[in-house]
């Protein structure tokens, strides 16, 4: 079983920057790709970025050239760089790791754009 946990979130100005981490623990090896998705209340999470243990990266439309996803392979951590933010990336963002096709999520950070 592999256990993430995500830190970073906070609150930021609209055009300002914040980095978050997403470290995994327990049953790592093997873990495949590792995501962020982020959720609004009341709506569905969606898709933000992935990245593959070979580091190939894959970013939702609304994110890309904004974001940059980054992995540290000896440090079991990914990362979340994300700038020039908007208050519309307002929203609680959730680490994934994908183990051969099990999936586990962590507890989720709040990050806040302010106009």
């Known amino acids: 079983q592999v256990q993430v946990a995500e830190s970073g979130g906070g609150l930021v100005q609209a055009g300002g920057s914040l980095r978050l981490s997403c470290t995994a623990s327990?049953?790592?090896?093997?873990?495949?790709?590792m995501a962020w998705h982020r959720q609004v209340p009341g709506k569905q999470r969606e898709f933000v970025a992935v990245i593959s243990s070979t580091g190939i990266a894959t970013y939702a439309g609304s994110v890309k050239g904004r974001f940059t996803i980054s992995r540290d392979n000896a440090n079991n951590t990914v990362y979340l760089r994300m700038n020039s933010l908007k208050p519309e990336d307002t929203a609680v963002y959730y680490c994934?790791?994908?183990?051969?096709?099990?999936?586990?999520w962590g507890q989720g950070t709040q990050v806040t754009v302010s106009s």
């Open positions: 327990g049953s790592i090896f093997s873990i495949n790709a």
């Open positions: 994934l790791a994908n183990k051969n096709g099990r999936l586990s």
